[in-house]
């Protein structure tokens, strides 16, 4: 379905919704879940795994990626980065890069910031990225497959 049709279906969802109808939706694009549901259920072969709002799925998940754009030695960032095998590097500017670090707890983040400050490196900006849907219900159909 093309843009405009995705968001007139998103609106004519919502005004049902608005109106106190329920609605159940099976889809497996992620995206147009978290914009229009107030609920989800996670399922898997059949199984349900998890239900919730959007917001409760997504803080259950530990982890959330620490995003930082850097100034200063690559090769220092990469050092920093070393303990952290799943963080991501990607160049920004001449000097200047954008990493993403899987961090799951504050101590985890101050280590990676001391790290970052003990070898001259700037941080121009930090913030945590929330997981979309598409992470969370790949992290809950991971674990239920262990």
Same mark, same amino acid.
């Given at each position: 379905?093309?843009?405009? /049709?995705?968001?007139?279906?998103?609106?004519?969802?919502?005004?049902?919704?608005?109106?106190?109808?329920?609605?159940?939706?099976?889809?497996?694009?992620?995206?147009?879940?978290?914009?229009?549901? %107030?609920?989800?259920?996670?399922?898997? #072969?059949?199984?349900?795994?998890?239900? +919730?709002?959007?917001?409760?799925?997504? #803080?259950?998940?530990? +982890?959330?990626?620490?995003?930082?754009?850097?100034? /200063?030695?690559?090769?220092?960032?990469?050092?920093?980065?070393?303990?952290?095998?799943?963080? %991501?590097?990607?160049?920004?500017?001449? /000097?200047?890069?954008?990493?993403?670090?899987?961090?799951?707890?504050?101590?985890?983040?101050?280590?990676?910031?001391? /790290?970052?400050?003990?070898? +001259?490196?700037?941080?121009?900006?930090?913030?945590?990225?929330?997981?979309?849907?598409?992470?969370?219900?790949? %992290?809950?159909? +991971?674990?239920?497959?262990?």
């Amino acid at each position: 379905m093309d843009p405009v /049709g995705r968001r007139e279906i998103r609106d004519v969802l919502r005004q049902l919704a608005a109106e106190g109808h329920t609605i159940f939706l099976n889809s497996h694009l992620l995206q147009e879940i978290e914009l229009i549901c %107030t609920q989800v259920a996670i399922l898997n #072969k059949g199984r349900l795994l998890r239900t +919730g709002t959007v917001q409760e799925l997504t #803080k259950a998940i530990k +982890g959330a990626p620490l995003q930082l754009q850097l100034f /200063g030695d690559r090769t220092a960032i990469e050092q920093v980065m070393a303990p952290w095998p799943a963080a %991501t590097l990607r160049e920004a500017a001449p /000097g200047a890069c954008e990493i993403e670090v899987p961090i799951t707890d504050q101590q985890e983040a101050d280590r990676l910031v001391d /790290g970052l400050r003990e070898r +001259g490196i700037s941080i121009f900006r930090m913030a945590r990225r929330e997981r979309t849907l598409e992470e969370v219900f790949m %992290t809950i159909v +991971g674990e239920a497959s262990r």
